[in-house]
């Protein structure tokens, strides 16, 4: 590129940079006035006269409180504006932008041409001059988009044409133009391949600078209902979707909070990699959960399948895992709750004193007293009512029984004053006062009152109604709280009369085994212990008996990893978000969790859609990996055709084969001193936490730390970590401890293999003892070195 164009470019950015600066000076002024506003107001609050002696009084004073609160609030709101510009701001200066654009808005090249420069936001002066625009922006997507010619794109007002002449992208560092250079394409492979080429980090970087047409079809898309990506690992869909959500705050500014937003991640560990993306954008992060906290929340009292246990220990027949993960048992409890408009209730006795107050069968005569037009909900809420009801009617009863008068003559000082200091106390049938303006006498200096009744009968008769009220209120919160269902026996009903609902035979159950099934689920239910597939069963039978709609004030949400759900669990969310658009992205290449029975998981979930309004999008090109890393990867795959190979070049994946424990452990101590050496990030991963456990414990090097928990943190250097938290995850280096049959032996394992190995972006290392896994058998030998 020759010297006039660079100085061109040099000049503007030096024009970008001194309106940047002076606006940085400015917005720091109105910070520092702001604050003098604030300290200003808040003295103000000691003129504010009270006056309570009238009602006029009362109302002038609480105008003048309201006054000052919002003058406050006001101060407040423009301190914070002021204070995210200057924090914007800051950012902008060292990196105003990294795109220039050329385009004319006829479809010609003799239109008007316009120049545009894009960067992580928009700057405009004073008079509205608009030095950079922000990449999310309608006319920016024609950098994403297209290359040199005649492009489309879409706007709130609908398709627009253009004609693009120049595409010019920058390298900007601390404010100085490290390279620039012209392309024809959308993103040019030089600045790709510049970012591909970095380390790795503990933290997840935005991708802006590099969108790619694919990916910004996801991230600008506003009409699909269900929008499923299915990408290959490393296709960067996770980066795509966590830059989507950037991109919909932007344009649904004013109507959409990141409060609205929620993503489902695979483990916390993920949660705390992504976690810096949206930061890092201007954006505030969205709502982030597992679907097992958002499971086990609802039920505190019971231990609910976790990661570990889920992939380690969970034992379920695969036949029956399928049936409860389909959605044939989704619509059967939907059908199992109807049934129970007609009689089935389970329901317990509200007991007061070790006795029945209301024996259950009186609360199922007025549960079912409603005629069969009624729903669930309705039944409940009307059972409630009644209930409550029969409590208050008890009050007077309950006041004049013996236990009542043995517990007035029980009280101590404190009690009785606690008591009798409980507000209003009606004194005779039409006779009402305030408890304090009883007769009292008050000791003065010890800050006691003493109240006196006008009778013994009265002043028992208000003990008691105070003593019986107390008792009764934890009865009064169960019937508020419904707890007088019992959705415990509710659920174990279900499982029992599954079979009227489904078709088990068609899953390959026989009666027998279901009926095995259900007695060890019973069994774990005793114990207080509950699979996830259970829980997702249990939540939505009680959601459906108790008449609830999901919460209403999500409109996006977004889940990772799709492919370790079942469609009961996605028809579930689907449910419990009822206005939500969804996003949902995974690759069914790395079903570790659900394995065989993911290969239907798109179609199933998208019947829960309108067809018009199901989008579907396929990511093959694979940018994590090298070339020779990607290509040893997809061989492991029965079917790995459908994932490309970014043209990065790099050392081909190498196998290491052990006679023992102790070589085994000598190869590994020397690839990490060759890593360490050559600053490469390395993750160990072994497929068990007993594996990674017993690794650390043998290497016993604090430089290495152990990832046992999804709620750690990643740290920088070398990590061992289990298969099953790797996921979404990319380490410049991966070593594979003990790939062989011990470890990785069925086929049904394959997809595990295929995504740990798919983590390493520079180098791939397999430690083997005596030979390498069965499931490497297909990979041509020419892909891998064995030392």
């Given at each position: 590129m020759n010297d006039k164009i660079k100085q061109v470019e040099k000049q503007y950015l030096n024009k970008t940079l001194k309106k940047m600066k002076k606006s940085l000076i400015d917005t720091e002024a109105e910070i520092k006035r702001s604050n003098r506003n604030i300290n200003d107001v808040s003295k103000r609050w000691g003129d504010v006269r009270l006056k309570t002696d009238t009602y006029s009084g009362i109302v002038e004073t609480a105008m003048s409180v309201r006054q000052q609160q919002q003058m406050l609030a006001e101060r407040e709101s423009s301190k914070t504006r002021a204070e995210a510009r200057f924090e914007t701001l800051t950012k902008q200066i060292k990196k105003p932008y990294f795109a220039r654009i050329d385009f004319s808005e006829s479809v010609s090249e003799?239109?008007?041409?316009?120049?545009?420069?894009?960067?992580?936001?928009?700057?405009?002066?004073?008079e509205n001059n608009y030095y950079v625009y922000d990449w999310r922006a309608p006319v920016a997507s024609i950098y994403y988009d297209g290359g040199i010619g005649d492009v489309e794109y879409l706007t709130p007002d609908g398709s627009q044409k253009a004609h693009v002449t120049l595409k010019r992208q920058f390298q900007i560092e601390d404010g100085i133009i490290v390279t620039l250079f012209d392309t024809e394409e959308a993103i040019g492979d030089a600045m790709l391949m510049n970012a591909l080429n970095g380390e790795s980090s503990t933290k997840m970087k935005s991708i802006v600078t590099t969108i790619q047409k694919e990916q910004n079809k996801i991230i600008r898309n506003t009409s699909a209902d269900l929008l499923f990506v299915q990408g290959a690992a490393g296709s960067?869909?996770?980066?795509?979707?966590?830059?989507?959500?950037?991109?919909?705050?932007?344009?649904?500014?004013?109507?959409?909070?990141?409060?609205?937003?929620?993503?489902?991640?695979?483990?916390?560990?993920?949660?705390?990699?992504?976690?810096?993306?949206?930061?890092?954008?201007?954006?505030?992060?969205?709502?982030?959960?597992?679907?097992?906290?958002?499971?086990s929340r609802r039920l505190p009292k019971i231990a609910?399948?976790?990661?570990?246990?889920?992939?380690?220990?969970?034992?379920?027949?695969?036949?029956?895992?399928?049936?409860?993960?389909?959605?044939?048992?989704?619509?059967?409890?939907?059908?199992?709750?109807?049934?129970?408009?007609?009689?089935?209730?389970?329901l317990r006795s509200i007991v007061f004193r070790d006795e029945p107050l209301i024996p259950k069968e009186r609360i199922a005569e007025i549960y079912y007293q409603y005629n069969e037009n009624y729903k669930l909900s309705q039944r409940l809420e009307a059972t409630r009512d009644t209930l409550m009801r029969?409590?208050?009617?008890?009050?007077?009863?309950?006041?004049?029984?013996?236990?009542?008068?043995?517990?007035?003559?029980?009280?101590?000082?404190?009690?009785?004053?606690?008591?009798?200091?409980?507000?209003?106390?009606?004194?005779?049938?039409?006779?009402?006062?305030?408890?304090?303006?009883?007769?009292?006498?008050?000791?003065?200096?010890?800050?006691?009152?003493?109240?006196?009744?006008?009778?013994?009968?009265?002043?028992?008769?208000?003990?008691?109604?105070?003593?019986?009220?107390?008792?009764?209120?934890?009865?009064?919160?169960?019937?508020?709280?419904?707890?007088?269902?019992?959705?415990?026996?509710?659920?174990?009903?279900?499982?029992?009369?599954?079979?009227?609902?489904?078709?088990?035979?068609?899953?390959?159950?026989?009666?027998?085994?279901?009926?095995?099934?259900?007695?060890?689920?019973?069994?774990?239910?005793?114990?207080?212990?509950?699979?996830?597939?259970?829980t997702t069963i249990y939540l939505y039978l009680y959601d459906l008996i108790t008449g609830k709609h999901g919460e209403r004030d999500i409109r996006f949400l977004f889940i990772d990893e799709i492919q370790d759900y079942t469609p009961f669990q996605l028809a579930f969310l689907k449910f419990s978000f009822p206005l939500a658009k969804f996003t949902v992205l995974g690759d069914l290449n790395q079903a570790i969790f659900t394995k065989d029975n993911a290969s239907h998981l798109r179609e199933d979930f998208a019947t829960l859609f309108a067809p018009e309004r199901v989008e579907n999008v396929q990511l093959t090109q694979t940018y994590r990996s090298t070339q020779q890393i990607t290509d040893f990867t997809k061989e492991i795959l029965i079917d790995g055709q459908n994932i490309d190979a970014f043209n990065r070049d790099g050392e081909k994946p190498v196998v290491y084969i052990?006679?023992?424990?102790?070589?085994?452990?000598?190869?590994?101590?020397?690839?990490?001193?060759?890593?360490?050496?050559?600053?490469?990030?390395?993750?160990?991963?072994?497929?068990?936490?007993?594996?990674?456990?017993?690794?650390?414990?043998?290497?016993?090097d604090?430089?290495?730390?152990?990832?046992?928990?999804?709620?750690?943190?990643?740290?920088?250097?070398?990590?061992?970590?289990?298969?099953?938290?790797?996921?979404?995850?990319?380490?410049?280096a991966v070593i594979i401890w003990h790939a062989d049959k011990t470890r990785y032996k069925e086929d049904s394992e394959r997809r595990l293999l295929y995504t740990v190995s798919s983590r390493a972006m520079h180098r791939l290392t397999i430690i083997a003892e005596r030979a390498t896994t069965p499931l490497l058998n297909n990979v041509s030998k020419n892909l891998y070195e064995v030392r």
């Open positions: 003799s239109g008007e041409a316009e120049t545009i420069y894009i960067g992580l936001g928009s700057f405009s002066d004073n960067g869909k996770t980066a795509a979707v966590l830059q989507r959500i950037a991109y919909l705050l932007y344009r649904y500014r004013g109507k959409l909070t990141s409060g609205q937003v929620i993503l489902f991640s695979p483990n916390q560990l993920f949660n705390d990699y992504i976690d810096q993306v949206l930061p890092e954008l201007g954006e505030q992060n969205m709502v982030q959960m597992t679907f097992y906290q958002y499971a609910v399948e976790t990661l570990q246990e889920r992939f380690e220990i969970d034992k379920t027949d695969s036949k029956i895992a399928l049936a409860k993960g389909s959605l044939m048992m989704f619509k059967a409890v939907a059908a199992y709750a109807d049934s129970l408009n007609l009689g089935g209730m389970k029969i409590l208050s009617s008890r009050l007077g009863t309950e006041m004049r029984k013996d236990w009542v008068d043995l517990e007035i003559e029980n009280l101590s000082k404190q009690e009785y004053d606690e008591l009798v200091g409980a507000g209003r106390v009606r004194m005779g049938d039409n006779e009402e006062v305030d408890a304090a303006a009883v007769t009292r006498r008050t000791q003065l200096g010890q800050g006691e009152q003493e109240r006196e009744f006008s009778s013994e009968k009265a002043e028992r008769k208000f003990l008691a109604k105070q003593i019986v009220t107390r008792a009764l209120k934890p009865l009064a919160q169960q019937i508020r709280r419904s707890r007088f269902l019992n959705i415990n026996a509710q659920f174990v009903d279900f499982l029992r009369e599954a079979h009227k609902y489904v078709d088990l035979s068609a899953y390959g159950i026989s009666n027998d085994e279901w009926r095995e099934h259900v007695e060890q689920v019973i069994s774990n239910l005793k114990n207080h212990q509950m699979s996830l597939a259970d052990g006679q023992d424990e102790n070589e085994l452990l000598k190869l590994l101590e020397n690839q990490l001193r060759e890593n360490t050496e050559e600053q490469e990030s390395t993750a160990i991963i072994t497929k068990t936490l007993a594996d990674a456990k017993a690794l650390s414990k043998t290497l016993n604090k430089t290495v730390t152990l990832i046992q928990s999804e709620n750690q943190r990643l740290a920088p250097g070398v990590i061992i970590v289990p298969s099953y938290l790797a996921k979404g995850l990319e380490f410049d």
